[in-house]
């Protein structure tokens, strides 16, 4: 794992097997994505959910073809000029596990696609928060998740997405990590230049929970909970220190959409947390 | 008022004082537009805002450059290139009623903010769902309040926007417009096509006042309650006649905004319903 440091080396070790793990604090500085790979008479309304859904829904490419795995069409544009975000990229193996759903519920989890894979699918690589994590680490405010190895926590709320198309009935995901409050405003001045990996936060503090209508910090829908900041505790259950939590849009929100929409047919998107990481690096896209 | 059938028409009889109302069902198939005008260090923000939130605060145009209320720099792109919204606007007089704030509460209500405009100021044109209005009419789907010449509803709601730099703790505003059950596909089709003028609708049918928090349905914050469809009563009132209300995003949301995040100075927007209206038409900017 210690050779992990560009997003190549990463896709190549979940497409050998040899990567099985979350990638939070891999191939730092490096752009990761969530992956949504849908059947083609639902891209329309997909794409038109992530356009009414920028901040949990940030489009980074997609399949230039119905079919294509490892040929990219780029939205992220940059003085009028699409960036490639990966050479040598295969969407059925490179994220380190995925979960396939049939007929809107989830049926099982895998690390290989490629047997589901068909010329009707169309796949979508969206924004990952992990992106801007290496910003905030060189900026003396390392996620407690990277520094305790652990996947980050995430969850479901009950703020809805503005409907599109086919999908109706969803609500945001949100990651969460936990600052002290005199850091939210660095923490959000810092992840707001990364407008196409969730940017700023879009809740914090200790009355959040309810506004997101999360009844359990300590009980995320996917990943872990975060735990205390000396590690022996569940943040938010034993002592806080001081901390609160802080949380942005996520994009497991499409898997969430699919969900509730009820989608029919064979859907797959990463594991949450197992994400494909991307050439790209954050200065060439945000500083750039 | 026979001849407003044109977005500069109805500009210049704002702009001379002979049109003071609203301006639902004038000039049909031309694009409608919102106001807000704030104090140049608010600006950045206030794209972002607009970035991060689409459905409600589609961003049209702006200032082209600070104190500029007649050349603006247009965000409607077609094929690579700005859509021009309007030859010879005053963004200081061409909205029929306009409201000024003070230090993020409102202090008056005027036809013409020139006296209040600075070289400090930029002025956003943000998409006013008036701009569908014609379609759905086209359609045999003419909205209740345009044929009954009355003011749309418009409620404040307790669906968070995402929080873009100084702009936090706003909430979405939304018009509303009473629709039978079996034709809010139709409506939602139709209004898709509208994406900067914010496109399908966020919400429909009873249970969404509850969703939205809304309370009272012939209590809106802003405009006129809607009618029964025999005019007789207020809708969801009376008998509904079997109608249900179905809610867009609005415009009047970035007024919301400036109070809510309690912004210092002068800022002014239109009166909700008094929009600019643009020479662009329907058909140029989504079937063009």
Known sequence: MANLSTGRAVRLAARTGSLTTQTAGLAPSHLQANLI????????????????????????????TPGSFSTLQSHLIRDGTPLPVARDIDLRLDAPKYLVYRDGTVSHETEDISSLWTDEHVGFLIGCSYSFEGALAEAGLMPRHVAQRRNVAMYRTTIPLCPAGVFTGSTYVVSMRPYRPEEVDRVREITRAFGETHGEPIAWGWDALEKLGIRDIGAPEWGEPARTADGTGVFGKESDEGYVPVFWGCGVTPQEAVMKAGLEGV???HKPGHMIVLDLRDHEVYRG
Chains 1, 2 share one sequence.
């Open 37 to 64: 790979v849908l059947p083609k008479p639902y891209a329309p309304s997909f794409r038109l959910l992530c356009q009414r859904n920028p901040v949990p829904c940030p489009l980074l490419a997609e399949s230039s």
């Open 267 to 269: 859907v797959m998107g």
